[in-house]
Antibody, heavy 127, light 113 residues
Framework: EVQLVESGGDLVQPGGSLRLSCAASGFTFSGHWMHWVRQVPGKGLVWVSR????????TYADSVKGRFTISRDNAKNTLYLQMNSLRAEDTAFYYC????????????????????WGQGTLVTVSS | DIVMTQSPDSLAVSLGERATIKCKSSQSILYNSNNKNFLSWYQQKPGQPPKLLIYWASTRESGVPDRFSGSGSGTDFTLTISSLQAEDVAVYYCQQYYGPPFTFGGGTRVEIK
């Protein structure tokens, strides 16, 4: 069974830092691009960042670029999100999500939509 | 950025009746090289993470009941629940994966009338 378990969410002051983790199990973690998506309680979903299978390529939403860093440790089956210079507007549930792999008769690719999600971890930025 | 606009914000449907949710993208998300629409639909129940329902605009994810269907192309898309069940009460989101940032619609809340 595919499992994604986030941790690391906490109450932090504006300007502070936090590192989120997402422990993966039940699938070949190193074979999937991974993403972070956030959601303000009661509001909609916002994509935050993605990372390729070996960690060499990362992409960010403009709202977090330069402040957040996504990384992964395939040996530990774990995805990370280092969050610096936190702002009140970063308050949200943070979900890790796995990309969907789709295949033709000859090849397989990762798509930037999400077939498995963790339960989320809450980050609250407040003084 | 591609803006995804869903309508309505909420709807109430009687059990067994049809529910229709619209999603419009600010630019075409039809990729000409493979003739596929880069659009997915998710269901989110209270206190739970989203669940993938549909991708490529109309391909149902494994295990998703066939009362859920997706249609549309280019910029206009529809999620249809053909016969609403009590367990379908949720918020539904569309998402484009044509290019980053991968944007979601604002969500449509489906309730029982």
């Amino acid at each position: 069974e595919v499992q994604l378990v986030e941790s690391g969410g906490d109450l932090v002051q504006p300007g502070g830092s936090l590192r989120l983790s997402c422990a993966a199990s039940g699938f070949t973690f190193s074979g999937h691009w991974m993403h972070w998506v956030r959601q303000v309680p009661g509001k909609g979903l916002v994509w935050v960042s993605r990372i390729n299978i070996d960690g060499s390529t990362t992409t960010y939403a403009d709202s977090v670029k330069g402040r957040f860093t996504i990384s992964r440790d395939n040996a530990k089956n774990t995805l990370y999100l280092q969050m610096n210079s936190l702002r009140a507007e970063d308050t949200a549930f943070y979900y890790c999500a796995r990309d969907k792999i789709y295949c033709s008769s000859t090849n397989c690719w990762g798509g930037d939509w999400f077939d498995s999600w963790g339960q989320g971890t809450l980050v609250t930025v407040s003084s | 950025d591609i803006v995804m606009t869903q309508s309505p914000d909420s709807l109430a449907v009687s059990l067994g009746e049809r529910a229709t949710i619209k999603c419009k993208s600010s630019q075409s998300i039809l990729y000409n090289s493979n003739n596929k629409n880069f659009l997915s639909w998710y269901q989110q129940k209270p206190g739970q993470p989203p669940k993938l329902l549909i991708y490529w605009a109309s391909t149902r994810e494994s295990g998703v009941p066939d009362r859920f269907s997706g249609s549309g192309s280019g910029t206009d898309f529809t999620l249809t629940i053909s016969s609403l069940q009590a367990e379908d009460v949720a918020v539904y989101y569309c998402q484009q994966y044509y290019g980053p940032p991968f944007t979601f619609g604002g969500g449509t809340r489906v309730e029982i009338k």
